[in-house]
């Protein structure tokens, strides 16, 4: 599409004899939750890698808001628009949950140092992104915080720099049913605000925010449609989904 947040055109990755990525094409339109889904060891990583810009693709191209970023470093990409939640959780462990949303909220500057970001963040940005997805301003460090309550703070940081796309790399990974269900609520509330690439293994929770979901199986997409499709898809449920 061509107002498409989002567009990965023919994307091609090989690891010497292994393609890990096979002519991946796809789109995230503005303001939908398009969920990326697949097996492990179906290439979510490595794609999900390419997008960010820690991982150059052999051929095929990517493009954010318009622009062709497929050279563009990680930096220049997250400046530009490109927000990000890790599967592993990348907050500064020793910096309170208030600290760490002002220095995200200056991070797209490219001529600060770390110390001068983080002394210009505004406090009251930082309290407002914190109130947003409730999570109270503790002065304590983030280390010391529940994990559920730092997985969500990874999400007000990637919020913060007001990104055009976010993705988000299992961003349930190790919560539990309540810390989850929180979650989902979260990102269910930004539907139609933001558009948001969602790679997530919980079925349920793609089930329940996902506008439209790609299928990845063995480096490839081998389905795409709207929940309801994907469902009831023959192809992905004996790739992915079982009779279940």
Excluded: C
């Amino acid at each position: 599409m061509s107002n498409a947040v989002l567009r990965v055109d023919a994307l091609h990755k090989r690891f010497g004899a292994l393609a890990v990525t096979s002519a991946v094409s796809l789109d995230v339109r503005p303001g939908e939750i398009h969920a990326l889904i697949g097996p492990n060891g179906a290439g979510k990583s490595t794609l999900v890698a390419q997008i960010a810009g820690q991982l150059a693709p052999d051929s095929g191209s990517i493009w954010l808001n318009g622009d062709n970023i497929t050279d563009w470093s990680v930096q220049r990409r997250a400046q530009n628009g490109l927000g990000r939640t890790f599967q592993i959780s990348s907050v500064f462990r020793s910096l309170s949950a208030l600290d760490n949303v002002q220095l995200a909220l200056n991070a797209k500057s490219r001529h600060q140092s770390l110390w001068r970001s983080f002394a210009g963040g505004s406090s009251q940005q930082a309290q407002t992104q914190l109130q947003r997805l409730q999570i109270e301003a503790d002065p304590s460090p983030a280390g010391a915080l529940g994990y559920g309550t730092v997985r969500q703070l990874e999400l007000a940081m990637g919020l913060a720099q007001a990104p055009a796309l976010l993705l988000l790399d299992e961003p349930l990974a190790g919560l539990g049913a309540g810390e989850a269900l929180q979650v989902i609520a979260q990102l269910k509330s930004l539907r139609g605000q933001l558009a948001m690439l969602l790679i997530e293994h919980d079925m349920d929770a793609v089930f329940a925010l996902a506008d439209r979901i790609s299928v990845l199986v063995e480096g490839a997409i081998i389905a795409r449609g709207t929940v309801d499709e994907i469902r009831s898809s023959a192809r992905v449920r004996q790739a992915y989904l079982g009779d279940d």
